[in-house]
T-cell receptor, first 111, second 114 residues
């Protein structure tokens, strides 16, 4: 089944403790992207990648890092999480950057 | 600066009637528009899209209308069914640094009443 898989689905962590949210797609898509969803703000792009080793900032990149060492994987790294990074995170992939397939989401709480 | 706006946070419609969801945008460089549907505890799923060279696109019960002069997009669902109850996100994209950059609206929660 064609899909984008994110892990974990739920995560509660403490301020400053580094964490990684994994994302993997099995559709051989070139483009991958991370979004965060917050009430009243919709989905905002954090980072995106056009191919292996090619990444760029989205609209809200502060406090996040990404890497694209393999085509299928695009992990999101929070080096020092803060409470304002409490949010619902979605990874997505696309063959052409026009239409994205989304993962099921990761609900992160930073206390 | 919200480039894509969905001004109605929620909408309630009777089953069988038409649902109309609206979206406004400010960036005239947007050349491709999409609607996504989102159920609780799931990721958004693609519903329908339209290119800026068209003003209408239909797919079954779903029709998207684009009015470029007004910078307005709407999604019509007819007839509405209980399974259509979800949050709907409007999105617009434009070329930026080698990729289409997608910008989402805030979402509209649609409730279909039996």
């Amino acid at each position: 089944e064609a899909q984008v898989t994110q892990n974990p689905r739920y995560l509660i962590t403490v301020t400053g403790k580094k964490l990684t949210v994994t994302c993997s797609q099995n559709m051989n898509h070139e483009y991958m992207s991370w979004y965060r969803q917050d009430p009243g703000l919709g989905l905002r792009q954090i980072y995106y990648s056009m191919n292996v080793e090619v990444t760029d900032k989205g609209d809200v990149p502060e406090g996040y890092k990404v890497s694209r060492k393999e085509k299928r994987n695009f992990p999101l790294i929070l080096e020092s999480p803060s409470p304002n990074q409490t949010s619902l995170y979605f990874c997505a992939s696309s063959p052409d950057s026009y239409g994205y397939t989304f993962g099921s989401g990761t609900r992160l709480t930073v206390v | 600066d919200q480039q894509v706006k969905q001004n109605s946070p929620s909408l309630s419609v009777q089953e069988g009637r038409i649902s109309i969801l609206n979206c406004d945008y400010t960036n005239s460089m947007f050349d491709y528009f999409l609607w996504y549907k989102k159920y609780p505890a799931e990721g958004p799923t693609f519903l329908i899209s339209i290119s800026s060279i068209k003003d209408k696109n239909e797919d079954g019960r779903f029709t998207v209308f684009l009015n470029k002069s007004a910078k307005h997009l709407s999604l019509h669902i007819v007839p509405s069914q209980p399974g259509d109850s979800a949050v709907y996100f409007c999105a617009a994209s434009a070329q930026s640094a080698g990729a289409q950059k997608l910008v989402f609206g805030q979402g509209t929660r649609l409730t279909i009443n039996p």
